[in-house]
C-alpha cells in the first residue's frame, strides 16, 4: 500500500502515529501490543487507518492518518488502500465511499450516529425547495449523503464563509443544517439566508456563561472556538466589548485548531470543542498548555469506537458502509462544486 500524500490544503491539518511524542502512563498499558496487532490486521486486508481528531486517544495514535472528516477522506481517496475503515460517525464514512466508490469502507460500529446530522433529511431539503423555486442549498459536509445529493453544494467550517460569499445574488440561500455556522457565515457574508435550526447536542452544550468563567480565570489564554459551539456570538461579543483582544481569539474548525496549536509556542489556550481534541492539540505541541472551556464536551458517538471494536473490525470486515450509486453521483457533485471555489481547507 502507498501512502498518499495530504490534499492541497490539508497538509497542516492531518497527522500520523509519528506526529509527537506519545504520552505514557497507566493508560498506556497494553497499548504497543494491541497497536502491533491491529496494523498487522490492517496490512492483511490492505487497509489505511483513518481516525477523526474527537476519537479515543488509542485510536488516534493507532491510526495512519487523523484530522477531519473531509480532508480524511480526500486523503484515502488518493491512497491505493483497497479499504479504507473509518474511525469517526457514519456520515463521516458515507463521504469516504462517496469520494473512493471503489473501495471498501468500514466502521467499527454502525452505531455511531451525528445528532447534527439527524437534524435534517432529504426530504427536508425537498421540502424547502419547493417553496424557493431556484434557491440554493448549501450543505455543511456534517450530513447524509442523502442530504449532500439534494444540496448544491458543501462546505466546511474552515471554507463556509469563502462558499457562501461566492454564490450569485439574488437566488434564496438554504444554509444547512448547524445553526450557530448558519449565523457566523451570516454575520460574516452579510448574506441573508434561511437556516436550518439544527445543532450539534456537544458544541451547543458549551455555554457562553462557561466561556466567560474560563476567561476570566485565564485572562491570558489564547481561546480556540469551533464555530459549531453555542457559545460562538459570545466570543465575538466579548471580543467587540473589549473583553477579549481580538488578537487572541480565534473561530477555528478541528483541523485549524491543530494548526493553531503548532505556533503557540510555550503558551496556554482554551479550547471550545469536543474534548477529544486536546490530544491531538497536545501532541502537535507538547510545550504549551491546552484546557477545555467545558470538561463536559464529550461526545458519546465518538467514543463508541473502542479498542476492541476496531479488532474486531479488521478481523471481521465488520461493518461495511456503502452509497447507491445513483445517491453517492449526485453527493459527489455537491462536494466538486465546493472544491471549485477553492480549497476546502479543514473539514468540521
Known amino acids: 500500500m502507498t501512502p498518499a500524500a495530504p490534499p492541497a490544503g490539508t497538509a497542516g491539518s492531518l497527522v ?36 477523526h481528531n474527537y476519537q479515543l486517544p488509542w485510536i488516534q495514535d493507532v491510526a495512519d492518518h487523523v484530522g477531519d472528516s473531509l480532508a480524511l477522506s480526500r486523503l484515502a481517496a488518493r491512497s491505493d488502500a483497497r479499504t479504507i475503515v473509518f474511525c469517526g460517525v457514519h456520515f463521516m464514512a458515507e463521504t469516504a465511499k462517496i469520494l473512493a466508490p471503489d473501495r471498501t469502507v468500514l466502521v467499527p460500529d454502525l452505531e455511531a450516529g451525528c445528532s447534527l446530522a439527524d437534524t435534517v433529511t432529504a426530504q ?56 450557530f455556522l448558519g449565523q457566523h457565515v451570516a454575520r460574516s457574508t452579510g448574506r441573508h439566508m434561511d437556516i436550518w435550526m439544527g445543532e450539534c447536542h456537544v458544541h451547543a452544550g458549551i455555554s457562553p456563561v462557561q466561556l466567560r468563567r474560563r476567561v476570566a480565570e485565564s ?15 459570545s466570543a465575538l461579543w466579548l471580543v467587540g ?66 479498542p476492541e471494536k476496531l479488532l474486531r473490525c479488521l478481523r471481521e470486515g465488520l461493518y461495511e458502509v456503502d452509497v447507491d450509486e445513483a445517491t453517492a453521483r449526485r453527493a459527489r457533485r455537491a462536494v466538486e462544486a465546493m472544491v471549485a471555489v477553492g480549497s476546502p481547507g479543514g473539514g468540521e
Not at 497507566?26 to 504497543?32: H, I, L, V
Not at 462546505?155 to 469563502?162: I, P
Not at 485572562?219 to 456570538?233: D, F, M
Not at 474548525?253 to 489556550?269: E, F, I, P, Q, Y
Open 124 to 179: 427536508g431539503v425537498r421540502d424547502w425547495r419547493e417553496g424557493h423555486p431556484g434557491g440554493i442549498v448549501v450543505a455543511y459536509v456534517n450530513t447524509s449523503a442523502a442530504v449532500k445529493a439534494e444540496s448544491d453544494v458543501c462546505c466546511t467550517s474552515s471554507n463556509a464563509v469563502e462558499v457562501v460569499a461566492s454564490l450569485p445574488e439574488g437566488p434564496d440561500v438554504l444554509f444547512l443544517p448547524d445553526m
Open 16 to 51: 500520523g502515529p509519528g506526529a509527537g511524542p506519545l504520552p505514557v502512563g497507566p493508560d498506556r498499558e497494553g497499548f504497543d501490543e494491541w497497536a502491533a496487532e491491529v496494523r498487522r490486521l490492517a496490512r492483511e486486508r490492505d487497509a489505511v487507518l483513518l481516525a
Open 219 to 233: 485572562p491570558g489564554a489564547e481561546l480556540l472556538v469551533h464555530p459549531e459551539c453555542g457559545c460562538t456570538t
Open 241 to 306: 466589548n473589549g473583553d477579549l483582544p481580538p488578537e487572541r481569539t480565534h473561530v477555528l474548525s478541528t483541523a485549524g485548531m491543530v494548526d493553531a496549536a503548532k505556533r503557540l509556542g510555550s503558551g496556554h489556550a482554551l479550547v471550545a470543542t469536543e474534548t477529544g481534541i486536546l490530544h491531538q492539540l497536545r501532541r502537535a505541541n507538547p510545550a504549551a498548555t491546552f484546557e477545555a472551556v467545558s470538561d463536559q464536551a464529550e461526545c458519546r458517538f465518538m467514543k463508541m469506537t473502542t
